[in-house]
C-alpha cells in the first residue's frame, strides 16, 4: 500500500441527512476514515442501511460530507464533479439500463457523454460486448434479455469508458449461482487487466473472500468495525477464521 499512489481518501467523514418536517438528523455516516490505493480491490460488507451506498455517493460526488473530507485523486468529488466525469464507472445490483436504447447503445451510453465520435463509440461498445459474450445481443432491447445479460451488459458500460475506479453495487447478488461465479470470474480478470481501483459492496462473505481482496465491515452509522486483508496464498483455515470473525461483527457480537 505505501508504495502504491493514493486513489481515495476518507478523513473523518460524517453525513446526516436532514429529515422533512424537522426532527433530529439521521446520521447515516460517522467518523469515518480510510484510504484506497490505486489498483486495490476493496470488498464492503456490513447490514442493510449501515451507510454503504452513501458512502459510494460521497466518493462519486452525489452528496457531500456534514463534516470531514472526501479526496478522490486527489479532488473533491463533490466540488469538481465535472473533472470527474469518465473516471469513475458504477454497477448497479440492478442494472439501470436504459430500456429506450439497445445493448449496444447502453454500452456507449458514458462514451457518448464524453464526447466519443459515434463511429468510434460503437466500436469501443461493441468490442466489449463481444469481451463479455453478447455479440449476438448488440441490438436487442433490455426487455429482451435476461437478468444475467442485463448485468453483462451493464459491466461492459461500466469498462467501456475506461474508469480508473469501479464501484460495484452488490452486482452479482442477483444472479443464479452459475452465470454469478462466471460473471464474477470474467470481472476479476478485467480489474486486474485495466488495472482499476475498485470497491465492491456485498452481503455475501463468500464472495468478498473469493476475491481475495482487502475487506472491510462497516457497522452502523457507517464506521469501519472490522479490516483485514486476503491474499491468494491466505489458508483455508485463517479464511475459515476471518469468516468466523465477519460474522461475528454482522451479528453485533464482533
Ligand atoms: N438521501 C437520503 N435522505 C435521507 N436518508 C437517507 C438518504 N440516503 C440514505 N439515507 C439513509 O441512510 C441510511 C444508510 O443508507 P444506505 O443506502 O447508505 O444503506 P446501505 O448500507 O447501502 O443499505 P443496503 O444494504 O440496504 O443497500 C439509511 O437509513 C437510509 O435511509
Ligand atoms: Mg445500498
Given at each position: 500500500m505505501s508504495n502504491t499512489p493514493l486513489e481515495i481518501l476518507f478523513e473523518r467523514v460524517s453525513k446526516s441527512f436532514s429529515r422533512p418536517g424537522g426532527g433530529p438528523a439521521f446520521e447515516a455516516v460517522r467518523d469515518l476514515s480510510f484510504s484506497v490505493g490505486r489498483g486495490e480491490l476493496v470488498a464492503i460488507l456490513g447490514k442493510t442501511g449501515c451507510?454503504?451506498?452513501?458512502?459510494?455517493?460521497?466518493?462519486?460526488?452525489?452528496?457531500?460530507?456534514?463534516?470531514?473530507?472526501?479526496?478522490?485523486?486527489?479532488?473533491?468529488?463533490?466540488?469538481?464533479?465535472?473533472?470527474?466525469?469518465?473516471?469513475?464507472?458504477?454497477?448497479?445490483?440492478?442494472?439501470?439500463?436504459?430500456?429506450?436504447?439497445?445493448?449496444?447503445?447502453?454500452?456507449?451510453?458514458?462514451l457518448e457523454l464524453n464526447k466519443v465520435p459515434p463511429a468510434q463509440r460503437l466500436e469501443i461498445a461493441a468490442s466489449w460486448l463481444a469481451r463479455l459474450g453478447l455479440s449476438g445481443h448488440a441490438n436487442d432491447y433490455p426487455h429482451a434479455l435476461s437478468g444475467g445479460m442485463r448485468q453483462r451488459v451493464s459491466v461492459a458500460r461500466a469498462f467501456a469508458g475506461k474508469p480508473d475506479i469501479l464501484l460495484c453495487d452488490e452486482p452479482f447478488s442477483a444472479l443464479d449461482e452459475h452465470t454469478g461465479n462466471a460473471l464474477r470470474?470474467?470481472?476479476?480478470?478485467?480489474?486486474?487487466?485495466?488495472?482499476?481501483?475498485?470497491?465492491?459492496?456485498?452481503?455475501?462473505?463468500?464472495?468478498?473472500?473469493?476475491?481475495?481482496?482487502?475487506?472491510?465491515?462497516?457497522?452502523?452509522?457507517?464506521?469501519?468495525?472490522?479490516?483485514?486483508?486476503?491474499?491468494?496464498?491466505?489458508s483455508e483455515?485463517?479464511?475459515?477464521?476471518?469468516?468466523?470473525?465477519?460474522?461475528?461483527?454482522?451479528?453485533?457480537?464482533?
Open positions: 451507510g454503504k451506498s452513501t458512502t459510494f455517493n460521497l466518493i462519486s460526488g452525489l452528496i457531500r460530507p456534514s463534516a470531514g473530507r472526501v479526496a478522490v485523486q486527489g479532488h473533491d468529488p463533490y466540488a469538481d464533479f465535472a473533472w470527474f466525469r469518465g473516471k469513475i464507472g458504477i454497477v448497479f445490483q440492478n442494472d439501470r439500463l436504459m430500456p429506450w436504447r439497445t445493448a449496444i447503445e447502453n454500452v456507449a451510453l458514458g470470474q470474467e470481472f476479476r480478470n478485467l480489474l486486474q487487466e485495466t488495472g482499476a481501483t475498485s470497491i465492491f459492496i456485498t452481503h455475501s462473505i463468500d464472495e468478498a473472500l473469493w476475491f481475495s481482496a482487502r475487506l472491510m465491515v462497516f457497522e452502523r452509522p457507517a464506521r469501519i468495525a472490522y479490516e483485514t486483508t486476503l491474499a491468494p496464498e491466505t483455515a485463517d479464511r475459515a477464521a476471518v469468516r468466523d470473525r465477519i460474522r461475528k461483527v454482522l451479528s453485533g457480537e464482533g
